[in-house]
Nanobody, 122 residues
Framework: VQLQASGGGLVQAGGSLRLSCAGTDRSSSFYTMGWFRQAPGKEREFVAAISWSGESTLFADSVKGRFTISRERMKTTVTLQMNSLKPEDTAVYYC????????????????WGQGTQVTVSS
């Protein structure tokens, strides 16, 4: 499965951005999809994930209430809507995919897309 992330950019604190992750393979519509981020000098960390059906989601505490994740059933694109952005949200954001249930650790995901930079200015 190949994943293509897009939608990053520069935004002021309090603003919004929408990231998309498109799976190039039809089979990706059956995968759990997740978003992770990595800030300079820090480890990659979990942000959000959604089950293949779209019925289950999981968010990191740091983004709850500000970020939403969505997908259309049987579609290969997942969207991460990021609102009320903070400077600490600045990072390279990666989408990832896995078979089976949602997990929030990096090693649990088999497939990774290229990163997209999100920069939030204060």
């Amino acid at each position: 499965v190949q994943l293509q992330a897009s939608g990053g950019g520069l935004v002021q604190a309090g603003g919004s951005l929408r990231l998309s992750c498109a799976g190039t393979d039809r089979s990706s519509s059956f995968y759990t999809m997740g978003w992770f981020r990595q800030a300079p000098g820090k480890e990659r960390e979990f942000v959000a994930a959604i089950s293949w059906s779209g019925e289950s989601t999981l968010f990191a505490d740091s983004v709850k209430g500000r970020f939403t994740i969505s997908r259309e059933r049987m579609k290969t694109t997942v969207t991460l809507q990021m609102n009320s952005l903070k400077p600490e949200d600045t990072a390279v954001y990666y989408c990832a995919a896995k078979e089976g249930a949602i997990v929030d650790w990096v090693e649990g995901y088999e497939f990774w897309g290229q990163g997209t930079q999100v920069t939030v200015s204060s």
